[in-house]
């Protein structure tokens, strides 16, 4: 593979040389060592200075890549030559032309680099930081910290102008120094008196951390690591102690918090965080290092070493999981084959339409089809009934009501086959505003992009690439596209349950679940409205009973006390309003309630336990069902369903397990004789928020999984 190294050294390859220059310097020995190491790792690699004349170079060693060919990366190791932000730079470079990278994205490096901004989001999250203060002039107000403190500049690495001072005269000759040499604020923080430790981080979803390593600073000299103690100027000798000798419940909890400080900064592939424990055993996170050193007296690769990784080893990890993380599929077949297996060739035609497959993604969420939107669900049907009508696939009237649901079928038929069913509809209120397409270099974003789109998407690929091969006619597909999943399949229950009947098997598109799982068994779910008529009392009117709102409200915390995990049922309450009249307390109060349940039994118990909980006494009420969504139950034929899927997934080197979930689907509605697998579509997660995303990779991965899927059923019943 091809990799290039990027650095920033001494160039001043700039169009003007204007911001503040950068004072990090990464050494010849280091990089030659890394390019010696990718070299020993059979990669063809070459290191380039990261100034105006990057993407030129890139683009000579790194040339769109031939079919089938999987492109080269950048081993990012650039601090940036000038100005703001510099870890960001490169990254933003790489991203604008479209080059994958190791390490973090320019987002991640930004909050990184910026150590209050880091501070404040670890303090949103929970994590333990120091308490802090920011002095943004030189004729700041005393901060109301209790001395020692430390003082550093609020957006530098690697220590420079670190200081702890035990008094204002000496925080304001520190913060002069700081504001004189830097000009950027300072960040001063309460000093932690003990040990230093910090945890190396590799990988991602979740990162593998390294075992802690302690800093040991000796007996002469501050407690804390310098500058020049990194750069060994500071004429004392500073070790680094890996496994740092810490008991084994404070070394996982000094990782865990790694790994968390890791995920809420965003960042990927490798990272370093630095932490201080007091003598209590508490742990406090100073900072990240989102560009870790790898120089040879560094913690980080010190770290690795303790966990058998040696440096050939650490640089070739590093370049093995951001290809992880971004192609995620097995390597393509040689393209030099004249004859190749269809297998072959369903993988060639996919991998080469990523970027198609990503546009229609983004068409796809621009279309908005949200269930209280009848028009925008019109346009939907006809934009997949032209996509289908395309593949040759054929209107099944008596499984259509061209109201809630639709069908098609291949020539083949659908009668003994592959059912493949889906929903058209978001269901998203009205309120919640649209969001738009976006790509990060892990995930895709976008209005329904997880329950709705990536898994049609996925499907229209998959027919496709059949297509491609002229497989498509012959084999028995049914796809049926129903439009009331946020009425939880109210109009098109009766026909989705008729149409399944007539399968061999079913599967559900909808989104796999994290980290890689599709779902082999879903509860049911009863919706009820509760509606209690009382009394227009007024305000402080003694009365036998209290007002309609309070005995309600009362009657719902016993019905969720009602939730059990170990009989897995959950009552919750969705939604809640009342009705007065002026000067009144309310009289009225409605509620909609959700019963969650996996057996039939325990939801009717359930339900009469919520009845006598109402009881006869007291106010005038009505508990309605509105609707009710079957479970699907984890039996055999689906555990031996998820097991072909699993084998195959294996073969093609794709990451997959199962799950149970919560929550229903239209796979509750496929009769007990069918086979069925629900969340065979792209990873998913923050479904219908304005956050839904799904997993990049994994909806090519999910795509090239489902085409081969029906071809090797087609083989299977041929033989």
């Not at 001494?10 to 280091?30: A, C, D, H, M, Y």
């Not at 966990?307 to 393509?332: I, Q």
């Not at 997660?685 to 090239?704: A, C, F, G, K, V």
Request: hydrophobic share 35%.
């Amino acid at each position: 593979m091809k990799v290039a190294i990027v650095y920033n050294r001494e160039s001043k390859n700039v169009i003007n040389l204007f911001g503040r220059p950068n004072q990090e310097k990464i050494g010849n020995k280091t990089i030659n060592r890394i390019l010696n190491a990718l070299k020993k790792g059979k990669h063809q690699a070459i290191a380039l200075e990261g100034d105006k004349e990057l993407i030129g170079h890139l683009e000579e060693f790194m040339p769109k890549v031939l079919k089938g060919e999987r492109p080269g990366i950048v081993f990012n190791i650039s601090y940036g030559i000038q100005g703001e932000a510099r870890y960001t730079h490169v990254p933003s470079i790489l991203e604008m032309v479209g080059i994958p990278y190791v390490a973090s994205g320019p987002m991640a490096h930004s909050l990184a680099l910026d150590k209050v901004v880091s501070k404040t989001i670890f303090r949103q999250f929970g994590l333990p930081t120091a308490d802090f203060a920011v002095l943004n002039d030189p004729d700041f107000p005393t901060p109301d910290l209790a001395y020692p403190l430390i003082v550093k500049p609020k957006n530098e690495a690697v220590s420079f102008g670190i200081r702890v001072v035990h008094n204002e005269q000496e925080l304001r000759e520190a913060a002069q120094v700081i504001f004189d040499r830097f000009s950027q604020p300072v960040l001063v923080e309460q000093y932690i008196d003990g040990r230093e430790i910090n945890v190396g981080l590799l990988g991602n979803d979740p990162p593998e951390a390294f075992p802690p390593a302690e800093i040991v600073f000796g007996e002469s000299g501050p407690k804390i690591y310098s500058h020049e103690d990194k750069t060994r100027s500071s004429g004392r000798e500073v070790k680094v102690e890996c496994p740092a000798n810490l008991p084994e419940e404070k070394a996982q909890e000094a990782r865990e918090l790694a790994r968390k400080a890791f995920q809420v900064l965003g960042c990927r592939d490798c990272a370093r965080v630095d932490m201080r424990m007091d003598s209590n055993g508490n742990f406090y996170i100073l900072e990240i290092n989102s560009l870790p050193s790898l120089g040879e007296h560094g913690s980080y690769t010190h770290a690795a070493e303790a966990v058998g990784l040696d440096y050939v080893a650490l640089v070739n990890r590093l370049v093995e999981v951001a290809v992880a993380r971004y192609f995620g599929t097995p390597k393509p077949p040689p393209i030099d084959e004249k004859k190749k297996e269809p297998e072959e060739q369903i993988f060639q035609f996919l991998t080469q339409r990523r970027e198609q497959v990503e546009k229609r993604l983004r068409e796809w969420t621009r279309r908005t089809s949200r269930t209280s939107d009848p028009v925008g669900i019109r346009e939907a049907v006809k934009e997949l009934q032209k996509t289908l009508e395309n593949f040759k696939l054929k209107p099944v009237d008596r499984f259509t009501d061209e109201r809630a649901v639709w069908t098609w079928e291949t020539k083949k038929g659908m009668k003994g086959g592959t059912l493949l069913i889906g929903h058209l509809d978001v269901p998203i209120q009205q309120e919640i505003p649209v969001q738009g397409f976006r790509r990060i270099p892990d995930r895709l974003y976008g209005e329904g992009i997880g329950c709705s789109r990536g898994p049609l998407v996925m499907m229209e690929f998959a027919l496709g690439a059949l297509r491609s091969i002229r497989r498509l006619r012959h084999l028995p597909i049914g796809v049926l596209y129903y439009m009331d999943e946020g009425q939880d399949t109210r109009y098109s229950r009766e026909i989705i349950q008729a149409a399944a009947k007539e399968a061999k098997q079913v599967l559900i598109l909808r989104p796999g679940t994290p980290p890689n799982c599709m779902v082999i068994q879903r509860r049911g779910l009863i919706r009820y409205r509760l509606v209690v008529e009382g009394e227009a009392l007024r305000l402080g009117q003694p009365g036998k009973r209290p007002d309609a709102a309070r005995w309600t409200n009362n009657k719902i915390e016993k019905m969720i006390s009602l939730s059990s995990r170990k009989e897995q049922v959950a009552i919750g309450l969705i939604d809640f309003t009342m009705q007065r009249y002026p000067l009144r307390l309310p009289h009225l109060c409605q509620a909609v309630l959700l019963l969650n349940y996996l057996d039939k039994t325990t939801a009717q118990q359930a339900e009469k336990d919520m009845r006598n909980i109402l009881g006869k006494e007291g106010y005038r009420w009505t508990l309605e069902k509105i609707s009710e969504r079957p479970p699907m139950k984890e039996k055999r034929k689906n555990q031996h369903l998820f097991k072909r899927i699993s084998q195959l997934a294996q073969e093609l080197e794709i990451p997959l397990d199962k799950k149970t979930s919560l929550w229903p689907s239209a796979a509750g509605l496929v009769p007990d004789k069918v086979d069925v697998i629900c969340g065979i579509g792209p990873v998913a997660q923050d479904l219908y928020t304005p956050h839904e995303s799904i997993n990049r990779i994994s909806l090519l991965q999910r795509t090239l999984l489902l085409t081969q899927f029906l071809i090797t059923e087609n083989k299977k019943e041929k033989k």
